[in-house]
């Protein structure tokens, strides 16, 4: 395209001016004859379009002649950049600098050569948009990037370096939001950043000796606080990129979009930044997060950061809910539009560029969770997955796809004409011819034309995503659905929830009366907890938001309670006692007001059993498992679970104990929670629920292990040992992270039996098989120390108390002398010891002895070992007594059977009766089990017996079947939060535990059938209540039977059995 005279003679007479700045500068007669001659036959038009468009290009050339020469003749002007340009660009301009000052300087100098290229190679159109806004963020990023690294050297040296608990130093995280986020900044764009640091610590003292205040004051304190240090370096950084000098600036920053904006710290921990999101996010941080990236200081961490705000930005489930705030901010944007006289707006006005980035991201924040295909950056990335996975038709991402280039290439024409921040359209004549030219268009009104066109098909498309709906519905209903796919009611038909909907304004006589017609069997008492939970609760001081999110849930939980038949009221308590707890986050009020199926099974959850709702209420994250009920009701297997443990850690930074302690438990009570809810609905036998609660702890076990270990070996370097097999280099340490290390966890009692409750602690004996030495830090500690350190280490990740609970109680008395002895054994101390000290009661609990974590070299020997001890020939009248009298003690002090209630574990006949005929048999007949031996749990050993003779087939299955049975009912018990406790007759039970039985299985049978989540059939609901009642019958035969087997195996000795003190020394066997 021509251009018109008026801008022809303007190039041309700013060309004539660069020539006479050129022979001032070179002293040269004819400066283009310092232009290569080899120059693309178009360049000398395409330079007059750029000086005719753009006052900044041609005024900084003429002011600054060499710099366009140096363009010119290096060719940058003609190449496309690699995309490590930038940084080894920028890297070479600041390396003599070693001030503050001389980087002020170099920055700007840097940023003026880079933005004449961009902006030539735009106009010139030798670059496509896609360069131009990559060039454009690439740019920006390795600027902040090395002024950062220069100032992070210069702070440093001032206030020494920060480090993290665990001595590692920490560089600070500078996420680049908006158009710098998704590589799509524009011409004159300011960048919008948010700082963070890894961990809360101290620097080290200043190394240096200079004579500063600040200094001295960090050197007496010790160092200052990571949070000063990087507040202090983030302050100074913007300044250096935004502060105006004689050469301008670098970047204009804006830091408004940090937690708190701009009352908030200027850094924050990445503990802080995820507490904040989690407790205070709100709806537009979430639409602002989807773009962050990390851009400068360490991009490790900052990916580390942002996979944990991950869940934040991206729900589990399909976020619809996220359509009404969105449409909100739709409304704002309206209403700025018409106030601001944004009309003529190419970025903020109706049709422009804000709606469509807007469209793509709000679908992506509905979506993304599910499709992380969508989780991309850049908008027109975006637009293109949202055709191709099929949210938005392909029409309408080609319009939208093609409006989004034309308007963002039309915005940096805008503000190439004299590097302004500016999306307007100029009015004047003459400025609108000259934003014609630079687009290519010869005339204004044919610009114009397709500006309009361009506007009024992006508005279509943002009013249509965007629509007020009739009812309540999402953007996926159709005509006449609500938000779920259901037939909306007519304007006549009143439902049930409907009618609810103002009761929470209703007088207690209508309130009471509308609870009872819904068919609550005490319409006073759900009343009554209703009032309760809304003004007595902290729910009270619920924000209006909060509070209406609130009025709009309680009647879909009171008639979803209703629905259910049985324990109404017991269940209405236990679902508000939720409620009451999730009021900080009312995030998951959305979202059980978004996903019927999420609200259907908390209250089935809750009906079934308290310790469920008890485990949810304090734990809220737990919701998000009632999302998909086809695996909330099938727990993971071993490798899925390591997968699972795997993914988490991967989300939180390496080396940070608390992230990796909750890790852990997050990741326990979500699976427990799987098999709990997969145990009440009888979804999976007592057996499986034993074995999956068990692999949850040995996977456990093994990460806490690898944590120690790691946490140790960083501070104290590794044990030193020879080689297994005698040969190497005596005192050499293993390579890190190779086998063997010489440690080894054993399981004992539940654990060691495949046999976990819910509740269970874990018995836990340690042992290593270090040689005498030191480990090979630079400060060595013994082996032995370091083995001791390494249990105690793993007590502590075990049992300790975070803000996400405990991850087991740890029992660790089995050990060899109790409390007595060492924490840790040596391997050889504990062989010695069980050959000939050990008490019989210790060898009982051997038989369960199994080995779940460490060195699986050790672990051989520690089989080794315990078959040997099993087989030792002992006198079987000593045995018999030794056994009988720990029994009997055991009864005094821990059996709570009375008139017409019957101790499941430690009555006469009870669980611990079985388990102590199973561990004489073993000891009086191991060398005869054979094969057998090398179980450890009650039912493959009472097996192995029948096959090996030595056990009556009879008596064998008898006391299996039991056995089975007392332990499914203590279960059901302890979700239930009883005791073991059962009534003899129907009569003799207590109260609470009959009326929780009946709730629940009159619940279960009277439902409509199997839901199509997932859950339960009819048949297996069925089977549920007929155990249930089962459980009410006499449990006479059942105790009558393993005492005729005790008796017949143990009854010589039971009279003359008498108490034994020693194992006080220990702990009771099984307690």
Not at 246 to 260: A, H, K, N, Q
Not at 542 to 554: A, D, F, H, I, N
Request: aromatic content about 8%.
């Amino acid at each position: 395209m021509r251009l018109p005279p008026p801008l022809l003679d303007l190039a041309l007479e700013r060309l004539r001016c660069f020539e006479e700045q050129v022979s001032i500068r070179t002293d040269t007669l004819s400066p283009l004859a310092l232009i290569p001659r080899n120059l693309p036959g178009h360049f000398p038009r395409h330079a007059l379009r750029v000086w005719a468009c753009s006052d900044f290009v041609a005024n900084t050339c003429i002011r600054n002649p060499m710099l366009a020469l140096d363009l010119i003749r290096s060719a940058d002007l003609l190449r496309t950049y690699p995309p490590d340009h930038y940084r080894q660009q920028c890297r070479r301009a600041l390396s003599p600098v070693s001030d503050e000052q001389g980087l002020f300087a170099a920055l700007r100098r840097v940023r003026e050569r880079e933005m004449v290229r961009i902006a030539w190679r735009d106009l010139a159109e030798m670059a496509d948009l896609n360069e131009t806004m990559g060039d454009l963020s690439r740019f920006a990023a390795a600027v902040i990037d090395e002024a950062l690294g220069k100032l992070y050297g210069i702070f440093g040296e001032r206030f020494g370096v920060p480090h993290s608990p665990a001595g590692e130093p920490q560089r600070l995280v500078v996420l680049g939001m908006g158009k710098l986020g998704g590589e799509e900044l524009n011409f004159s764009s300011d960048v919008d950043l948010i700082f963070a640091y890894p961990g809360t610590s101290h620097t080290q003292a200043a190394r240096t000796g200079a004579d500063h205040a600040v200094s001295r004051r960090a050197r007496a304190r010790g160092g200052l606080s990571n949070e000063e240090f990087f507040i202090r370096l983030g302050r100074r950084l913007v300044q250096l990129l935004g502060q105006t000098t004689e050469d301008g600036l670098v970047f204009r920053v804006d830091m408004r979009l940090r937690p708190f904006g701009n009352s908030g710290p200027l850094a924050g921990s990445f503990d802080a930044l995820e507490d904040y999101y989690q407790i205070h996010g709100r709806d537009w941080e979430r639409y602002a997060l989807i773009r962050a990236r990390p851009v400068a200081g360490d991009i490790a961490a900052g990916e580390v950061l942002l996979e944990r705000l991950r869940p934040f930005v991206y729900r589990q489930y399909l976020d619809f809910g996220a359509i009404d705030a969105l449409r909100e901010m739709k409304d704002l944007i309206a209403r700025e539009v018409q106030r601001k006289g944004y009309q003529q707006n190419v970025k903020l006005g109706p049709g422009g560029i804000r709606e469509i980035e807007f469209m793509a991201q709000a679908l992506q924040m509905i979506y993304g969770a599910r499709n992380p295909d969508l989780r991309a950056r850049p908008t027109l990335v975006v637009l293109n997955r949202l055709g191709g996975h099929g949210y938005l038709p392909e029409p309408v991402v080609g319009e939208l796809s093609a409006a989004y280039r034309f308007l963002r290439t039309l915005e940096h024409r805008l503000q190439e004409v004299d590097d302004r921040q500016t999306h307007r359209i100029p009015e004047d004549g003459w400025a609108r011819e000259r934003l014609a030219a630079g687009m290519g268009v010869a005339h204004w009104m044919d610009l114009s034309r397709m500006i309009d066109e361009h506007r009024d098909n992006v508005q279509r498309r943002f009013d249509e995503v965007f629509a007020q709906p009739s009812a309540p519905v999402s953007v996926e209903t159709g005509p006449g659905e609500n938000a779920h796919g259901q037939e909306a009611p007519s304007d006549t038909e009143q439902t049930p929830v409907h009618e609810l909907s103002g009761l929470m304004r209703m007088d207690e006589c209508q309130g009471i009366e509308t609870l009872d017609r819904l068919g609550f069997p005490d319409g006073v008492h759900a009343w009554t907890v209703l009032q309760t939970l809304v003004n007595e609760t902290s729910l009270r001081f619920l924000t209006g938001r909060g509070r209406r999110r609130l009025e709009k849930l309680l009647p879909l939980v009171l008639q979803t309670v209703a629905d259910r038949a049985g324990a109404a009221s017991a269940t209405l308590e236990r679902v508000f006692q939720v409620l009451e707890a999730i009021g900080r986050r009312t995030v998951y009020f959305a979202l059980l007001l978004e996903n019927p199926v999420v609200l259907e099974q908390l209250v089935r959850l809750c009906a079934a059993s308290p310790w469920i709702a008890r485990q949810i209420a304090r734990f809220p994250l737990l919701l998000d498992e009632l999302l998909f009920p086809d695996t909330l009701y099938a727990p993971p297997g071993v490798p899925e679970l390591k997968a699972d443990l795997k993914a988490r850690f991967a989300r939180i930074t390496p080396g940070d104990t608390e992230q990796e302690m909750d890790a852990l438990r997050q990741f326990k009570q979500a699976n427990v929670l799987r098999i709990a809810a997969a145990d009440v609905c009888r979804v999976m036998p007592l057996m499986e629920v034993s074995d999956h609660l068990t692999d949850i702890a040995e996977v456990c076990l093994d990460a806490v292990l690898g944590l120690a270990w790691g946490d140790l070996v960083k501070h104290h370097g590794q044990p030193r040992r020879r080689t297994r097999d005698g040969g190497g280099e005596e005192g050499k340490a293993p390579p890190p992270g190779t086998e063997p290390m010489g440690f080894l966890i054993v399981a004992y009692g539940k654990l060691g039996g495949f046999e976990l409750g819910y509740g269970s602690d874990l018995d836990l004996v340690f042992l290593h098989d270090s040689d005498p030495g030191h480990t090979d830090a630079e400060k060595p500690i013994e082996n032995s120390v370091f083995f001791a350190r390494l249990g105690q280490r793993i007590i502590h990740f075990l049992s300790a108390h975070t803000s996400a609970g405990v991850l087991y109680e740890v029992d660790a008395r089995l050990r060899p002398s109790g409390r007595a002895g060492f924490l840790v054994s040596h391997m050889d101390a504990f062989t010695g010891y069980q050959h000939r000290e050990a008490w019989t009661w210790e060898h009982q609990a051997l038989v369960r002895a199994r080995p779940v974590a460490g060195d699986r070299d050790l672990a051989r020997r520690f089989d080794g070992v315990r078959a040997d001890v099993l087989r030792k020939q002992r006198d079987p009248g000593e045995l018999g007594q030794a056994v009988c009298e720990m029994r009997a003690r055991m009864r005094r002090e821990l059996d709570h059977t009375r008139r017409g209630l019957f101790d499941l574990k430690q009555g006469p006949g009870g669980i611990t009766d079985i388990e102590f005929i199973v561990q004489y048999a073993t000891l009086r007949w191991a060398d005869r089990l054979a094969e057998f031996l090398i179980y450890r749990d009650n039912i493959r050993l009472l097996e192995g017996m029948a096959k090996a003779g030595l056990m009556a087939k009879q008596d064998a299955d008898s006391l299996a079947r039991i056995y089975r049975r007392y332990r499914a009912r203590v279960h059901a018990l302890a979700l239930q939060e009883l005791p073991p406790l059962v009534g003899e007759t129907a009569e003799g039970m207590p109260e609470d535990a009959r009326a929780s039985g009946e709730g629940i299985a009159r619940e279960e049978t009277m439902g409509d059938g199997a839901p199509s989540d997932g859950t339960p059939s009819d048949g297996t609901l069925a089977d549920r209540a007929m155990n249930d009642k089962a459980s009410e019958m006499p449990f006479a035969e059942e105790r009558a039977t393993v005492s005729r087997v005790w008796e017949r195996l143990l009854g010589d000795f039971s009279s003359t059995a008498k108490p034994t003190g020693r194992a006080t020394q220990g702990r009771n066997h099984e307690e």
